[in-house]
């Protein structure tokens, strides 16, 4: 098989939560780009889900936009079920859609606890169950892959809920894993750092001076990531290139993880050892 046969999506549908912005929308328009039929769910950006499913069927693709507010956990079956009938099956399913807040501890509210548990995790367990099953039943062997957050592996300040809720995804993704394997079903996540979306735009804090802090700590080029570094990963773990993993994660954050003490910038400054002609 070869490189391009490996990533080919060609006949593969995908359903994507959180598809008409950010990570999702550029998630689902390179799944696209890789040959997948794909279909959103978004629960209020009308015109940029509408032109998700353009820039789709540009490419010779089908699509489909479902508005649905993911909160509504008791209808989620029922999205699951509405959208394999519309789509005609599916292959890959991915959790993208989630929301957080920025609060002390002591200023969350049952409303704001309950909805980040909601989308960030009863929607993600409620569609990995419903599609899973008839991924069983029609005997394919598909791909989970849920949009977490390098919040899931470690904690910070005010997101007390939101790292709550992705350190959950990370737990019932590797659950599932097991209990999907012998069905050649994967389950992997996928932790972004903090990506150039609008996610987070309305947090009460100096973003100007948050912003140069947090760049530079970052030791890969010193900048937040872009939705384009995610799609890579994700066109991995939804081909032929990534039957054979599964509970695992992806970390995209430019490396900030790795380092447990911001110390270089105390450091003396870098110099190259070689010569020209070495």
Same mark, same amino acid.
């Given at each position: 098989?070869?490189?391009?046969?490996?990533?080919?999506?060609?006949? =593969?549908?995908?359903?994507?939560? +959180?598809?008409? =912005?950010?990570?999702?929308?550029?998630?689902?328009?390179?799944?696209?780009?890789?040959?997948?039929?794909?279909?959103? @769910?978004? $629960?209020?950006?009308?015109?940029?889900?509408?032109?998700? @499913?353009?820039?789709?069927?540009?490419?010779? $693709?089908?699509?489909?936009?479902?508005?649905?507010?993911?909160?509504?956990?008791?209808?989620?079956?029922?999205?699951?079920? $509405?959208?394999?009938?519309?789509?005609?099956?599916?292959?890959?399913?991915?959790?993208?859609?989630?929301?957080?807040?920025?609060?002390?501890?002591?200023?969350?509210?049952?409303?704001?606890?309950?909805?980040?548990?909601?989308?960030?995790?009863?929607?993600?367990?409620?569609?990995?169950?419903?599609?899973?099953?008839? %991924?069983?039943? *029609?005997?394919?062997?598909?791909?989970?892959?849920?949009?977490?957050?390098?919040?899931?592996?470690?904690?910070?300040?005010?997101?007390?809920?939101?790292?709550?809720?992705?350190?959950?995804?990370?737990?019932?993704?590797?659950?599932?894993?097991?209990?999907?394997?012998?069905?050649?079903?994967?389950?992997?996540?996928?932790?972004?750092?903090?990506?150039?979306?609008?996610? +987070?735009?309305?947090?009460?804090?100096? @973003?100007?001076?948050?912003?140069?802090?947090?760049?530079?700590?970052?030791?890969?080029?010193? =900048?937040?990531?872009?939705?384009?570094?995610?799609?890579?990963?994700?066109?991995?773990?939804?081909? =032929?290139?990534?039957?054979?993993?599964?509970?695992?994660?992806?970390?995209?954050?430019?490396?900030? %993880?790795?380092?447990?003490?911001?110390?270089?910038?105390?450091?003396?400054?870098?110099?190259?050892?070689?010569?020209? *002609?070495?």
């Amino acid at each position: 098989m070869s490189a391009h046969e490996r990533f080919d999506l060609s006949g =593969r549908t995908a359903l994507i939560t +959180g598809g008409s =912005r950010g990570i999702g929308r550029g998630i689902a328009i390179g799944l696209a780009q890789h040959g997948a039929d794909v279909a959103i @769910v978004y $629960r209020s950006a009308e015109r940029e889900a509408n032109e998700v @499913v353009e820039a789709i069927t540009s490419l010779g $693709r089908r699509a489909w936009a479902e508005r649905y507010d993911l909160a509504e956990t008791d209808g989620l079956a029922d999205l699951a079920a $509405r959208t394999w009938d519309a789509t005609g099956g599916g292959h890959v399913l991915i959790n993208n859609a989630g929301l957080g807040y920025l609060e002390h501890f002591n200023r969350i509210t049952p409303e704001t606890w309950n909805r980040t548990m909601a989308v960030n995790v009863d929607a993600v367990f409620r569609l990995s169950q419903a599609m899973a099953e008839r %991924m069983i039943a *029609g005997g394919i062997q598909g791909r989970i892959i849920n949009l977490s957050s390098v919040n899931g592996l470690v904690a910070e300040a005010g997101l007390a809920h939101y790292n709550a809720s992705k350190g959950a995804v990370e737990m019932l993704s590797q659950s599932l894993a097991i209990e999907l394997g012998p069905h050649g079903i994967t389950v992997n996540t996928i932790c972004p750092g903090i990506i150039e979306t609008e996610i +987070g735009g309305e947090f009460d804090i100096d @973003v100007e001076a948050f912003c140069q802090y947090f760049k530079a700590h970052v030791p890969l080029g010193q =900048r937040f990531g872009e939705v384009e570094d995610c799609v890579g990963a994700a066109v991995l773990l939804a081909s =032929r290139a990534g039957a054979y993993i599964t509970g695992q994660r992806i970390v995209i954050d430019g490396g900030v %993880m790795c380092e447990q003490v911001p110390r270089i910038q105390f450091m003396p400054r870098y110099r190259n050892t070689l010569t020209a *002609g070495d």
